[in-house]
Every structure is written in C-alpha cells, then in structure tokens.
C-alpha cells in the first residue's frame, strides 16, 4: 500500500512539473528581480553531470560554461537550448589526462569569437591551457607555453590575456600572453621569481589597466596585491591595504567601474566573507559595514554589473546575494533567490548584457523525496536568472509653457530594464536634486517655476533596480498669458470665471478687464458675467450707482430733475446733460390782460340777464 502512494506522489509531482514548465511565458517583461529564468533553465535541463567551475558569455548571447564534465566546455543557446555541435566537438577535445577527466576551471572568450580554457588535465598534450575555435574544435594555432594548474584567466584592452594560478612556466603564479598564447617576456620578467611565495588563486584588469591579484600570500601585500600593467609592483596600493588575512581558503577578485578593488573569501576581517578596497588600497569601512554579517560562510565567485551592484555567490544560505554598490543587501532580488531554493553552492557568475545573471555550480533539480515540490530552478548546475536594470533613457517630447508652470510629455523608454517603471523624476538646468513627477504616465505638469525665467528640463525613469538615464533637455520660459487681451491673465479669468479667449465675456459692450471683479449690485456674480443689473426702484440707476434704490425721487446726475421725472420724460436719469423739453412760462405783462378779458365777459353776461328781465 505505501509502494502505491509513493508511486502516486511521485506521478503528481512530475505532472506538476511538467505543467510548470508549460506554463511558463518566455517574456521577460513579466519577470521580477532575482527569480529563475524557467524557460532557460528548463531548455538546459540536466546535460552537465558535474559542477560548473566557470561561465562566460558570448556577444552574441551564447553562454559557456566549463568544469569537470566529459565536455569540458559545454555551450548552450541564449534561450538555453544545448548547442549539440560545439558540444560534440568539445568532448572530442577534452579527453582528459593520464585516465582522469578534464577539469575547466577558467573560460575566457575572446574578440574574434576564440575561446581560451584554462584548468588541469584538459587534454593528453596540454594540460593546462588551450584555445578552441569558434565552433568548439581545438585551434592548433594557439602557442601553448603554460605550465602549471590554470585557476584563472583575464583580458587587458588590448586583447591580452593574463593567466594566474600555480604556475611554472612562463613565469612563477601571475603570466600575461598575447592573444595568440605568446609569452608578454617583459611582463612575466617580473614574475621569473616567485614574488608571491604561496597560491595564487586570481586576477582581474582593471579598467585603469592595473591588474588586482588574490591569493594565500602575505608578499607584497596580505592576501590582495596590486600590480601596474607592466607588471611591476603598485607600491602605493600594496604599502597601503590592510589586504585580507586568510591563508587557507581560495580568495576571489573582481573590480568595480570606478577601479576599486572586491575580494571575497572565507576571512572575517576587515570584512565578513566580502572586502571593499580602492585603487589606492585604502579599505571600503562604509562598504563593509553595511553589508554586515549577510555571509554566513564562504563566498566563491563574485561579479559587478554595469550599474555597479555586487554579485556574491558561494555555500552561504541563498547561494546567490546581490548587493548595492555601497554594499546594502538588495533584500528584494535576495529574497527571490532564496525562493529559488537552490540545492547546493553558486561557484561562477556571469552578467548578460541586458542585466540577466547566468550562474553555475553544485546546485540540481533533484528532490530529496518523490513527493517533495518541484524546485523552482529545474536545471543542473547552469541557470539564469531574472535581473532588472535601470530603465533606458526617455524621449522628452515637448515643454509647453503655462503661469509659473510647465506641461510635459514625453515616449517612455524603449527598455524598462526588465523591471516595471514605478515613477519618473525631473530635474532643473542639468544639476541640482532629482524631484519625483508621482506618475507612471507620459506627461505631467511641473508647478513652482518663475514666469519669465527660461528653465532647461530634463526627466529620468526609475524603476525597482534604480534611475535610468536622463532624457534629452528642452527649454521652456513659463509665461502669465493673456490670451484675449483684455487684461487679465488668463489664469486670472480662470478664477473669475470669465472666457480667457473673449475679452467682453458677456457682451455688455464692457472689457472683462474694465469690469474687473467688482459686484457692483452685490448679487454674488461680478460685472463681468452679468450683461444686465438691477434697478430696483425702476427710476433708470442701477442699484451700484443709484444712492437711493427704494425712490426715485433723488437726483442722480444733479440736472434738477428727480430721476422719475427724467425716466418719464425720457432723458437720461445718470447724463446731467440730458434734461426734459418743458413749456415757457406766461410772461407777466400778458396775465394784467388776460384778467381783465375775463372780468369784461363776467359784467357783460351780468349785465345781459339784467335787461332780459
């Protein structure tokens, strides 16, 4: 009974898995920082039956990775997917020594496409260093001049390759060649000694050309030593570090954009696993500080992105960590790998030129228990992971004025560096501090400015990896519009309500800027909107201009006439030049007359009625 439910829990897992990988959508837009590439990872599946020792990319995304599989090398496509010929031709190529397999330890690729392995017993011939040609058959053009075990290899500008390890020959522990595996005779005569007088376990270039160099050694410096690109000794750097002392423990380097110097290892001090130094060998107190305890045990490989992060793989809970270049913990990618639940260490990291990380080791998809889940990672040994980078730069498009304002918009980045954008920011006259736009959009409106003063803009993206690049500039010169010319700024009407594009808003036959915001009728609405006001009285005065409101018996213009009187006569009330047409009076001299007619008719009836009786 208990065979027949094993048998079920393991069915469903598989099933599980199986629709797992189905599932999975190959874009990369929908990724977050630090999970597993599942679509990569399920193209490698389970090809490298023992641990990858070193990963590299090649510029046109293929990536390798070398350690002590019947391969050697081994190549897969950028989406994952196995590159059978190159692998074909690899194992023809790495057949071992003396009866043992190859061990790669080292795989550097070179700007024509050749690839340079490094390691111990790779073939009967050659032990320790070989090139392959592009397609994975051994190129016998290359000069194959080292002896002794190859643990690292690096390449100058110039095409250089410098080989580190425990050699002997052609120089004791650190050798530079030419790209065609000839001896640098000048450069490696300072090494015909043995300078370091313990392991050498690996070197970088600089980008200032020094080369950094990490070992059990305590000449010339402890652990950590610097060397000019002649190969002489860098006094200054060497005299000056405080370097890492630990003897035991294979100790890994890698420099940073800015020439500094990262060390990881098995040491506790000055750092715990992890040391900062600059090129001038002082130690990184702040670095170190803030990545604090993060490693619990050894680290094994190290990079640094191009936007300066630091990549720290090794046996330590997480496997992978990622920190920023001030050394805080990215807890967000952390977390994320942690999720991955990778089964064993991380010895080799390599950065793809969209931000992605490929990385080998010990890790498997094996399950403990047929029933357990399937882990997330569903490869051997090789995976990628998902890793946002900053955004690409955005167009500015244009910056229209407005009042102690201007209104952007702009084309969003044609990258987001793998990783949603959460805002964008603006800045003043190429300097000064970077101030939150609060959108996700593609315009927005920058309040705050000084009408008349010509301002040059520029915005950045931001998204979970940090700020993009800046935008092109574009100038503006906020204005106080007046659009209709009537006085009054646009802004201005917007806040009275009047028609910024009408200078006479309600055809009253009165500018908006004449009227102004005066209620002269006190009615709660000013001039400007009303074409009429109110007469209460009726006497012809508007209220605002009539001192009386409840009669019309006031005199308005002061023509000695009431204004009822003018309303009725049909003069103007408020023109003391307008005045009602009245009758001249009777002159006086005619009234004596005009009495005297009167009385005349009065006597002559009197009289008449007298002689009628």
């Known amino acids: 009974m208990l065979q027949l439910r094993e048998c079920f829990l393991f069915f469903a897992a598989c099933t599980a898995l199986v629709v797992n990988i189905a599932g999975v959508s190959p874009a990369r837009a929908a990724a977050t920082d630090g999970t597993p590439d599942t679509a990569f990872n399920a193209n490698v599946g389970t090809i490298l039956t023992k641990d990858v020792s070193d990963v590299a990319v090649q510029g046109d995304g293929k990536v390798l990775a070398g350690g002590r599989f019947p391969q050697g090398v081994a190549r897969f496509d950028a989406d994952g997917t196995p590159d059978a010929a190159f692998n074909s031709n690899t194992t023809n190529v790495f057949t071992g020594f003396e009866g043992i397999g190859p061990y790669v330890m080292a795989v550097l690729v070179q700007g024509d496409g050749k690839i340079v392995v490094g390691g111990d017993r790779l073939t009967a011939s050659q032990r320790y260093l070989i090139r392959l040609n592009a397609d994975g058959t051994r190129d016998q053009s290359f000069t194959e001049s080292v002896t002794g075990e190859v643990k690292s290899l690096a390449q100058d500008a110039s095409g250089n390759i410098v080989v580190a390890g425990l050699l002997t020959s052609p120089s004791q522990r650190l050798a530079r060649l030419d790209k065609d595996g000839n001896s640098d005779s000048a450069f490696n005569g300072q090494f015909a000694t043995d300078v370091f007088a313990a392991n050498v376990w690996d070197a970088t270039v600089k980008p200032n050309g020094k080369i950094a160099v990490s070992g059990a050694f305590t000449t010339p410096a402890n652990g950590i030593a610097q060397f000019n690109s002649d190969g002489t000794p860098d006094t200054d750097f060497n005299n000056t570090t405080a370097g890492v002392p630990d003897t035991i423990y294979q100790k890994y380097v890698v420099a940073t954009p800015d020439n500094d110097v990262i060390v990881g290892g098995h040491f506790t001090s000055p750092g715990q696993r992890i040391a900062?130094?600059?090129?001038?060998?002082?130690?990184?107190?702040?670095?170190?500080?803030?990545?604090?305890?993060?490693?619990?045990?050894?680290?094994?490989?190290?990079?640094?992105?191009?936007?300066?992060?630091?990549?720290?793989?090794?046996?330590?809970?997480?496997?992978?960590?990622?920190?920023?270049?001030?050394?805080?913990?990215?807890?967000?990618?952390?977390?994320?790998?942690?999720?991955?639940?990778?089964?064993?260490?991380?010895?080799?990291?390599?950065?793809?030129?969209?931000?992605?990380?490929?990385i080998g080791g010990s890790f498997t998809s094996e399950v403990m228990f047929p029933?357990?889940?399937?882990?997330?990672?569903?490869?051997?040994?090789?995976?990628?992971?998902?890793?946002?980078?900053?955004?690409?730069?955005?167009?500015?498009?244009?910056?229209?004025?407005?009042?102690?304002?201007?209104?952007?918009?702009?084309?969003?980045?044609?990258?987001?560096?793998?990783?949603?954008?959460?805002?964008?920011?603006?800045?003043?006259?190429?300097?000064?501090?970077?101030?939150?736009?609060?959108?996700?959009?593609?315009?927005?409106?920058?309040?705050?400015?000084?009408?008349?003063v010509t301002y040059s803009i520029e915005i950045r993206?931001?998204?979970?990896?940090?700020?993009?690049?800046?935008?092109?500039?574009?100038?503006?010169?906020?204005?106080?519009?007046?659009?209709?010319?009537?006085?009054?700024?646009?802004?201005?009407?917007?806040?009275?309500?009047?028609?910024?594009?009408?200078?006479?808003?309600?055809?009253?036959?009165k500018n908006d800027g004449a009227e102004g915001t005066t209620d002269?009728?006190?009615?709660?609405?000013?001039?400007?909107?009303?074409?009429?006001?109110?007469?209460?009285?009726?006497?012809?005065?508007?209220?605002?201009?009539?001192?009386?409101?409840?009669?019309?018996?006031?005199?308005?213009?002061?023509?000695?006439?009431?204004?009822?009187?003018?309303?009725?006569?049909?003069?103007?009330?408020?023109?003391?030049?307008?005045?009602?047409?009245?009758?001249?009076?009777?002159?006086?001299?005619?009234?004596?007359?005009?009495?005297?007619?009167?009385?005349?008719?009065?006597?002559?009836?009197?009289?008449?009625?007298?002689?009628?009786?």
Not at 465 to 477: D, F, H, I, L, R
Not at 571 to 581: E, G, H, L
């Open 371 to 452: 029933w357990d889940p399937p882990r997330p990672v569903t490869s051997d040994r090789l995976a990628r992971l998902n890793s946002a980078t900053v955004p690409g730069a955005p167009v500015l498009d244009s910056a229209t004025a407005g009042d102690s304002s201007t209104d952007l918009a702009w084309t969003a980045p044609t990258s987001d560096g793998g990783a949603a954008i959460t805002d964008y920011e603006y800045r003043l006259d190429g300097s000064g501090d970077w101030t939150s736009l609060s959108t996700t959009g593609t315009s927005a409106t920058v309040t705050g400015l000084t009408n008349g």
């Open 276 to 358: 900062r130094f600059t090129d001038a060998g002082a130690t990184d107190t702040g670095f170190i500080a803030n990545v604090g305890s993060t490693l619990s045990s050894r680290v094994m490989a190290l990079a640094v992105q191009a936007d300066g992060k630091v990549l720290a793989g090794g046996g330590f809970t997480g496997r992978l960590v990622r920190f920023a270049a001030d050394g805080t913990p990215d807890t967000t990618f952390n977390s994320n790998v942690a999720a991955a639940s990778l089964s064993g260490s991380v010895s080799a990291i390599a950065t793809q030129a969209d931000g992605q990380v490929v």
């Open 520 to 613: 002269s009728d006190n009615d709660g609405t000013i001039d400007a909107l009303e074409s009429s006001v109110t007469d209460t009285d009726n006497d012809g005065v508007p209220d605002e201009q009539d001192s009386n409101n409840t009669s019309g018996d006031n005199d308005t213009d002061g023509d000695g006439v009431s204004n009822a009187d003018e309303v009725a006569a049909g003069t103007d009330p408020m023109d003391s030049a307008s005045i009602p047409v009245t009758e001249p009076p009777m002159p006086v001299t005619t009234l004596p007359t005009f009495v005297l007619l009167l009385l005349s008719l009065l006597l002559g009836l009197f009289g008449y009625r007298r002689l009628a009786r």
């Open 461 to 509: 993206a931001v998204n979970e990896a940090g700020n993009g690049g800046s935008s092109n500039a574009v100038s503006v010169t906020p204005i106080n519009p007046d659009s209709d010319s009537d006085g009054v700024t646009d802004a201005q009407e917007a806040i009275n309500g009047t028609d910024p594009a009408k200078a006479d808003t309600d055809d009253d036959g």
